[in-house]
């Protein structure tokens, strides 16, 4: 995968829709995604990174409508920003006395 910029076509994502919520959806649903299976399952073997994984951003066109693309952005050389301080692990972490499960 390639780093996503202004200079790129974006690349559809290919057997998925999403849709705004129905008017009298509550207010935690966001929305609705669609997959059309073998279109969806093409497009994911075709962009899938070496890690196997797909990474699909979910944007508003200028007309308010909402459309999905491949999200191609990878990290520099580097790996991680090493600005960014990395949240410390918290599994089996105590509290009030008890051992948490996870």
């Not at 290919?14 to 509550?26: I, L, Q, S, V």
């Not at 207010?27 to 990174?49: H, M, P, R, T, Y």
């Not at 979910?58 to 790996?79: A, C, F, H, R």
Request: aromatic share 10%; hydrophobic share 30%.
């Amino acid at each position: 995968m390639n780093n996503n910029n202004n200079n790129q076509d974006p690349v559809w994502a290919d057997g998925f829709n999403f849709k705004k919520p129905h008017p009298n959806a509550p207010d935690f649903v966001i929305g609705n995604i669609s997959c059309k299976v073998e279109d969806a399952i093409a497009f994911l073997q075709k962009n899938k990174s070496k890690t196997g994984w797909v990474n699909i951003q979910v944007k508003y066109s200028k007309g308010g409508n909402p459309y999905m693309i491949l999200d191609e952005w990878e990290p520099t050389q580097g790996g991680q920003n090493n600005n960014v301080k990395q949240p410390e692990p918290t599994a089996n972490v105590e509290a009030e006395g008890e051992v948490l499960p996870f």
